[in-house]
Structures are given as structure tokens and as C-alpha cells.
């Protein structure tokens, strides 16, 4: 088997598969319990709160442990929402949102709040000046992925905040699911106000989050109930789920420094091999994108078509987001970025994990151009 479908989910490591079932074994009280149990608890998620503030190069006050991605840019979003809609309620985002981030703004848009969406350039980039030009008396938040969930295309989050800077009611939040780990940001430096991370992303455990909050920064909370997480997210936190995640960023970060050079030359090789490839478009651009995410589309086949084709022969890519890709739904972040429909439907999804190799790429190459072969004689 070939995993190359790691923008949608990671492997666990083994070292946190392993602490999560010791902390689940020996160490199950409720860290809000007041006996010793409960005490011991809440000192490991303390801990892990401290590792992934440190990793982050946030203070730990300002980590919210959550579910996942979708929860903390649903909590980061709608939480501002409610919390300043006295100060207004205009929201800016742009077209190449997760899923989980445009539906929240649907979702707003039917309490009365207005969103305006930002249309990206062809190589699916925002620019600041559109941001800024979108800027009213009554905005109270910008909403900007950092690295795009589909093509990979980084965006300029440090130029937002500094621009943001000389508009100190607009909050600013980043989701940055797909660049922890990968592509570094300095959240207090960029001057981002909410950040969202994934701990299945990095190699954690479905159903563990983190959403970074400014120190001193108020938002409603979603979920209400004992006043865990600062009182901005109620419920028996998941202390097992978010030690296994601490670990798991501080493992991914370390084969950041050690394996970056080594994934870059395996997309590198893959970019090449299907540029070559007379039936295949590469939709990322050249330039400015993360070095583990790569989409192409296949002229006259149906994505949904191909992958399940690959993985007859044990490749494991993607179409679209795997919050979408179930739904048949022609990619809207492709759309935004002019390529035609035709090829918007054939778009397939290559991502990278730093345990991917050269051996791979050539073997899901050669993959590739015989499915190529056999469909187009199944078709013919």
C-alpha cells in the first residue's frame, strides 16, 4: 500500500498510539475531579497544553483544546460572531475556504451577518489589497486559510496581519490545519488573533484540536456546560487525545527539521513526472506552495473514477477536500481560480507525509500512466 493522501488524514504514530492507550489506562480521572486521580489528570493536560504552546511559540493560556479543525474554526468564527456583533457584522473570507469555514459562514449569513468572499488569482493566492479594499466600518473579522487545503497554495498571512495592523477592530483568524508541521508560521509575529490546528493532520488522533486565542481576547462559546477551557469550551476534556497530540506535533516538527529536504525532492520528482504526462494539467502552482500537496487533473476521466482505479493497484490519493470529495461536487477552490470545469472534474490530490519516499513517487507514476492506458482502452 502507497498513502498519498495524507492532506485528508495521517497515520498515527506508533509513539502516540502508545501514550494515548497509557494515559487512557493509568491515568483516566476527570482532570476536574479533586481527588488524586483527577489531579494527575489535569497535570498531563496541563502539560500537553505547555508543549503545544511552546511548539506553537504561543503562550500556554492562550491554547483551547477542541475537537479538531472543524470545531475550532467553527468555535473561532461564530464565537467572534456572536461575541462583537454589537460592533458589527461583516465578516471577510475568501473563496478557497475549507468547507468547514464557508458553511460556517452560510450558517452566519442567515443570522443577518454579511460575508463578502475574496476571489483568489489563477494560482489560487489572495491578495492583501482585495482584503483590505473589502474592509468596512462595521468588519469585525478577516477568516484566511494559511496553506490551501487542495493545491497547496500558501497564502500571504504574514502581509494580512501586518495590514490588519492599521485596523485594530478587525480580528484576524488563520486556519491552519494544513501547515502545522510543514510550513512554519509565526502566529504572534503575523499578528493573528484565532488559529486553528488538527492533531489528525500531523499524525494524532482523529477528534483532537487546538484552537489558539489571543491573551486577553473574549469569544462566545459554542458549547456550554462546566466552564472548561477557560469557560470557552465546556465538556470532560480529552486528556489521553491531547497528550497524544503533543506529541505527536513535537514529532512532526522534528522530522520537519530532519525530512523537509527529503519531501521536497520527492514532490519535486512527482511535479516533473506528471508534467511530462501529455493527458494530465497540473493545477498548483509553480511557486509559493507547501512542498507536501500537489493536484492534477487527468483529461477525460472523472476523478472519483481514477482513484478508485489507483487503488486497485494500492495508491491511495484523493479528488477534492475529504470533507467534500463524498458529495461529487466539482471543486469550488478550483472553479475560483478559472480552471474550466471539464478539468475541475478530473482533479485528483497527491499529499505527502515526511514517510514518503522516492520509491513511492516512481512506483505511483508508473501507476498513474497505466491507469491512464486501461481506462482509455475500457473507454474506447
Known amino acids: 500500500m502507497i498513502y498519498f493522501d495524507n492532506s485528508a488524514t495521517t497515520k498515527p504514530y506508533t509513539e502516540v498510539i502508545n501514550s494515548f492507550v497509557k494515559v487512557s489506562s493509568d491515568y483516566f480521572g476527570n482532570p476536574s475531579s479533586l481527588h488524586q486521580l483527577g489531579g494527575m489528570a489535569e497535570q498531563l493536560l496541563s502539560q500537553a497544553r505547555n508543549q503545544i504552546a511552546k511548539l506553537l511559540k504561543v503562550k500556554a493560556s492562550e491554547i483551547l483544546f477542541t475537537s479538531g479543525g472543524t470545531e475550532s474554526n467553527n468555535l473561532a468564527i461564530k464565537g467572534t460572531a456572536l461575541m462583537y456583533k454589537g460592533r458589527g457584522k461583516h465578516i471577510i473570507t475568501t473563496e478557497i475556504e475549507h468547507a468547514s469555514v464557508r458553511e460556517t459562514m452560510e450558517q452566519l449569513k442567515k443570522l443577518g451577518f454579511s460575508v463578502t468572499y475574496i476571489q483568489p488569482d489563477q494560482d489560487g493566492r489572495i491578495s492583501v489589497k482585495d482584503i483590505e479594499n473589502s474592509i468596512r466600518q462595521d468588519t469585525i473579522l478577516v477568516s484566511v486559510i494559511h496553506v490551501q487545503n487542495e493545491v497547496g497554495t500558501i497564502q500571504p498571512i504574514e502581509e494580512i496581519g501586518a495590514m490588519l495592523k492599521n485596523y485594530p477592530k478587525v480580528l484576524f483568524h488563520v486556519d491552519h490545519v494544513q501547515g502545522a508541521g510543514k510550513i512554519p508560521l509565526d502566529i504572534h509575529g503575523a499578528g493573528v488573533d484565532l488559529c486553528s490546528i488538527s492533531g489528525h493532520k500531523f499524525h494524532g488522533l482523529k477528534g483532537t484540536g487546538a484552537l489558539y486565542l489571543r491573551e486577553g481576547l473574549q469569544i462566545s462559546p459554542l458549547i456550554t456546560g462546566g466552564n472548561q477551557e477557560s469557560k470557552h469550551r465546556s465538556g470532560t476534556e480529552n486528556v489521553a487525545g491531547m497528550v497524544a497530540m503533543a506529541k505527536a506535533l513535537r514529532m512532526t516538527m522534528d522530522h520537519y527539521s530532519a525530512d523537509l529536504s527529503k519531501m521536497k525532492h520527492v514532490m519535486q520528482y512527482l511535479r516533473d513526472e506528471l508534467q511530462k504526462v501529455k493527458e494530465i494539467t497540473v493545477n498548483s502552482p509553480k511557486e509559493g ?85 486501461h481506462l482509455g482502452e475500457v473507454m474506447n
Open 289 to 373: 506552495t507547501a512542498p507536501h500537496i500537489v493536484n492534477f487533473s487527468v483529461t477525460g476521466f472523472k476523478g472519483e473514477v481514477f482513484v478508485h482505479s489507483l487503488a486497485e493497484k494500492g495508491v491511495y490519493v484523493s479528488t477534492t477536500s475529504a470533507c467534500s470529495s463524498k458529495q461529487a461536487e466539482v471543486s469550488k477552490t478550483l472553479l475560483a481560480m478559472g480552471i474550466p470545469e471539464e478539468i475541475a472534474k478530473s482533479a485528483l490530490r497527491i499529499s505527502l507525509s515526511y514517510n514518503n519516499t522516492i520509491e513511492e513517487a516512481v512506483y505511483v507514476i508508473s501507476a498513474i500512466k497505466e491507469t491512464i492506458n
